[in-house]
């Protein structure tokens, strides 16, 4: 089965700011790919570009085996934009049936399919309501609901845990991941690793529109390997500090108060970490030797400031 989407060396540039740089990534059939950065780092750019809003500059975007963008495979894709466009007047049943019956499906099979949707994710008392009466989580779950109502092969998700609360963020994965399992493919882009690390079976991660690093999820901590210690504590620290400061132990740290992601220096022995830890009266919840965590690489690959401002939303995004 050809590659849903193969982009090839393509470049956007927007008044003399080179958006995208070179950029080619290739999405096998039946996954989910990942699309990671911090904000402002090409990814909406990108897959504007996958769905032929914006012409490259250079390089080209093949879709299904063919040299084409999205609007030649519109029933054949779903696309969640990062600026949602939902009717506000309009009902939400009756919005949803309508983007349907844009992408080519009866008016009955529309409705159908939108009631079973609404049902599944909880908003079946709201179908008859306004848009604008409902919450803004409740709203990105509709807009998802009209991404993938003509049932595409391919869904191209652009930011689409952004402002969603816990609750929401674990309904959109579950339905992420079941699309998986009925053997569609889904692109999605994201500045949260969290959520890249759950779901992701392949990711690249850009940053100023160049690719860093692209692979499986397995391929991409294998080569950043290492030896890495998660360490979590169940009140006192005792002399932690100094332990971690110790740089015959540990190398690099991410420390986040009551636990710590340590990568250890070449030929260090996590035991005497531990030895170390237990002899100073730290109280430990959790000592484990564990392979890097995405949040720990990304930082590695865009630096601490560019991390920093991702989790903040504290760049423009292109």
């Known amino acids: 089965m050809p590659e849903p989407v193969i982009v090839d060396r393509v470049t956007k540039r927007f008044a003399g700011h ?21 904000n402002g780092a090409g990814k909406t750019t990108a897959l504007r570009m996958i769905m032929d809003i914006y012409e490259p500059d250079s390089g080209s975007v093949r879709l299904f085996d063919t040299v084409a963008g999205g609007r030649d495979h519109s029933e054949r894709i779903g696309y969640l934009p990062e600026e949602r466009g939902l009717y506000q007047k309009m009902r939400v049943l009756d919005v949803l049936i309508f983007l349907a019956e844009v992408k080519g499906v009866s008016r009955r099979m529309a409705r159908v399919q939108a009631l079973e949707w609404l049902d599944k994710l909880g908003l079946s008392d709201w179908r008859l309501r306004k848009v604008s009466d409902l919450s803004k989580g409740m709203q990105q779950k509709v807009a998802f609901i009209s991404t993938v109502l003509h049932d595409p092969e391919l869904v191209i998700l652009d930011e689409p845990f952004s402002g969603l609360d816990p609750v929401n963020s674990q309904v959109m994965r579950e339905t992420v991941l079941d699309y998986r399992r009925r053997g569609k493919t889904v692109l999605f882009s994201t500045h949260i690793m969290e959520h890249a690390e759950k779901l992701c079976d392949r990711l690249c991660i850009i940053a100023r529109g160049k690719k860093l690093i692209d692979g499986s999820l397995t391929e991409v901590k294998r080569t950043h390997g290492g030896q890495h210690v998660i360490v979590a504590f169940d009140g006192s620290q005792g002399n932690a500090p100094q332990i971690f400061a110790d740089r015959r132990l540990v190398a690099k740290i991410q420390d986040f108060g009551q636990q710590a992601e340590l990568e250890l220096a070449p030929g260090a022995d996590p035991q005497e970490i531990l030895k170390g830890l237990v002899t100073s009266g730290a109280r430990l919840a959790r000592f484990e030797l564990a392979s890097p965590s995405l949040h720990k690489i990304f930082v590695d690959l865009v630096g601490p400031e560019a991390a920093t401002a991702a989790a903040t939303g504290g760049e423009n995004r292109a």
């Open 18 to 38: 080179t958006a995208v740089d070179s950029l080619s990534l290739s999405v096998p059939s039946g996954i989910i790919y990942g699309l990671l950065g911090p």
